[in-house]
Nanobody
Framework: QVQLVESGGGSVQAGGSLRLSCVAS????????VGWFRQAPGKEREGVAA????????????VYTDSVKGRFTISQDNANNTVYLQLNILTPEDPALYSC????????????????????WGQGTQVTVSS
C-alpha cells in the first residue's frame, strides 16, 4: 500500500524559508508525476508544484503555479524515495496545509490544475507565516 508522509512544516517570518519533505513507502519514485498542493482555511485546495522524471526520450520537468514561480522549488531524491519542496521568500499569502500527492499512472503528464489524476495523498504539513 502506498503511503506518503510529509514533514518540514512550521512557523516562519515573512521572507523566510522552509523545506518540506514527502517520503513514499510502498512505492518507488519512477516516472510518475508527484505534486505538492496546499489548502488555506476557507479556500479551495490548489496545486503548487509538480515533478516528473524523463522517459529516456524526453527530459524530466517541473511545473509551478504562477504565484510561487521563482520562490518555490520541487525536487526528487529517488534514492531515498523523497520529494522536496523548498519554500523561499514566504509571504502572508503562503500559509496553508501543504500535501504531497502521487499520480498512479506512469508517464502521465503533470497537470496541477486538476487534482483528480493524483491517486495517493499524504496527510499534510502545516506552514504558517508571520508578518
Amino acid at each position: 500500500q502506498v503511503q506518503l508522509v510529509e514533514s518540514g512544516g512550521g512557523s516562519v517570518q515573512a521572507g523566510g524559508s522552509l523545506r518540506l519533505s514527502c517520503v513514499a513507502s510502498g512505492y518507488t519514485y519512477r516516472g510518475n508525476c508527484v505534486g505538492w498542493f496546499r489548502q488555506a482555511p476557507g479556500k479551495e485546495r490548489e496545486g503548487v508544484a509538480a515533478s516528473r522524471a524523463g522517459t529516456g526520450y524526453t527530459s524530466g520537468y517541473t511545473v509551478y503555479t504562477d504565484s510561487v514561480k521563482g520562490r518555490f522549488t520541487i525536487s526528487q531524491d529517488n534514492a531515498n524515495n523523497t520529494v522536496y519542496l523548498q519554500l523561499n521568500i514566504l509571504t502572508p499569502e503562503d500559509p496553508a496545509l501543504y500535501s504531497c500527492a502521487l499520480d498512479a499512472v506512469l508517464w502521465r503528464p503533470c497537470v496541477i490544475s486538476y487534482e483528480g489524476t493524483f491517486a495517493y495523498w499524504g496527510q499534510g504539513t502545516q506552514v504558517t507565516v508571520s508578518s
